[in-house]
Nanobody, 122 residues
C-alpha cells in the first residue's frame, strides 16, 4: 500500500507563503495521481488541485488558481504545494491523497495523509 506523510503546515500572516510537502512510500502502481484537499471546521473536505506523476498534467480549483502551485519530484516520491498570497479563508487542515485517477473527487483517492494544519491570521 501507499503511505503519505505531510509536513510544512503552520501559522502565517495574511499575504504570506507556505510550502507543504507530501512524501510517499510503498507505491503499488505506476499510474499515480496526487491530489491536495483541505477541510475547515464544519465544512466538507474540498478539492484544491491534482498532479499526475506520470505526466505533466495539473488542475486547480478556481479559488486557489494563480496563488497555489503543485509540483513534483518523482525521484524523491514527493509532491509539493506552494501556497502564496495566503488569506484567512485558506485556514484549514490540508491533506494529500493518492489514487489512480486524475480526479477532483475525494472518494476516487484511495490513500490519504494524516493532514497538516494551516492557519492564516489577519
Amino acid at each position: 500500500q501507499v503511505q503519505l506523510v505531510e509536513s510544512g503546515g503552520g501559522l502565517v500572516q495574511a499575504g504570506g507563503s507556505l510550502r507543504l510537502s507530501c512524501a510517499a512510500s510503498g507505491r503499488s502502481s505506476s499510474n499515480i495521481n496526487v491530489g491536495w484537499f483541505r477541510q475547515a471546521p464544519g465544512s466538507e473536505r474540498q478539492f484544491i488541485g491534482v498532479i499526475s506523476l506520470s505526466g505533466r498534467n495539473t488542475y486547480y480549483q478556481d479559488s486557489v488558481k494563480g496563488r497555489f502551485t503543485i509540483s513534483r519530484d518523482n525521484a524523491k516520491n514527493t509532491v509539493y504545494l506552494q501556497m502564496n498570497s495566503l488569506e484567512p479563508e485558506d485556514t484549514a487542515v490540508y491533506y494529500c491523497a493518492a489514487g489512480s485517477r486524475f480526479s477532483y473527487a475525494r472518494d476516487t483517492y484511495e490513500y490519504w495523509g494524516q493532514g497538516t494544519q494551516v492557519t492564516v491570521s489577519s
